[in-house]
């Protein structure tokens, strides 16, 4: 079975400051894709970023940029130059490279972003 | 990019009382849907995979006599809570995933906090 863990329930940050959020997952499978949703007080989930596990070039978005760790199986997502709209919930998220495409999501990371 | 409508927004009802939630791909197909609850301040549990022209698939724990889902075309799943009880009040989230060579992408509905008196 597939796991994700998010070892930080929260975290705060001034504002223009950069934010690292953790996450670690298990498998034992080799092909797999790896996901950041952000949650907003509107409780939308809108996903921020998206790794192919095959793929061993880090995924960005603009200011959002992840380090995969495959071996360590590590993922772990940098927000730099935050900004007052990156308040959210964060998730991690791990999905099969099958056509099941079932999300595990991790238990998640609030970020407060202080003016 | 694609669009997943969940109707109702919000919905109060009295115990013992079926509410119906509906999650709807509005500008693709979807023959898998899935549907979550999410518990305050705390993560996305999923509670099926609805699939369109056959028996949903439900996750371990969760009764499918008390969460009925009919995955009735290739737009369109639906969520029944059957004689809802207080401890059914949740926020509860569909989404359909986009796939197609490398992509596995999915969208969310806006969700539906119901709320059960």
């Known amino acids: 079975a597939q796991t994700v863990t998010q070892s930080q329930p929260e975290m705060s940050v001034q504002e223009a400051e950069t934010v690292t959020l953790s996450c670690t997952y298990d498998?034992?499978?080799?092909?797999?894709?790896l996901f950041w949703y952000k949650q907003p007080p509107s409780r939308q989930m809108i996903l921020v970023i998206r790794q192919e596990a095959y793929k061993q070039q880090n995924a960005t978005e603009n200011r959002f940029s992840v380090n995969f760790q495959k071996a360590a199986k590590s993922f772990s997502l940098k927000i730099s130059d935050s900004q007052l709209g990156d308040t959210a919930m964060y998730f991690c998220a791990f999905a099969l490279y099958l056509r099941d495409d079932k999300i595990i999501f991790g238990k998640g990371t609030r970020l407060h972003i202080l003016p | 990019g694609a669009v997943v409508s969940q109707h109702p927004s919000r919905v109060i009802c009295k115990s013992g009382t079926s509410v119906k939630i509906e999650c709807r791909s509005l500008?693709?197909?979807?023959?898998?849907m899935f549907w979550y609850r999410q518990f305050p301040k705390q993560s996305l549990m999923l509670m099926a995979t609805s699939n369109e022209g056959s028996k949903a698939t439900y996750e371990q724990g969760v009764e499918k006599d008390k969460f009925l889902i009919n995955h009735a075309s290739l737009t369109l799943s639906t969520l029944t809570v059957t004689s809802a009880h207080p401890e059914d009040s949740s926020f509860y989230i569909c989404?359909?995933?986009?796939?197609?060579?490398?992509?596995?992408?999915?969208?969310f509905g806006a969700g539906t906090r119901l709320s059960v008196l």
């Open positions: 500008d693709f197909q979807a023959t898998t």
């Open positions: 498998t034992s499978e080799s092909n797999y894709y």
């Open positions: 989404s359909a995933p986009v796939t197609g060579g490398t992509k596995n992408i999915q969208y």
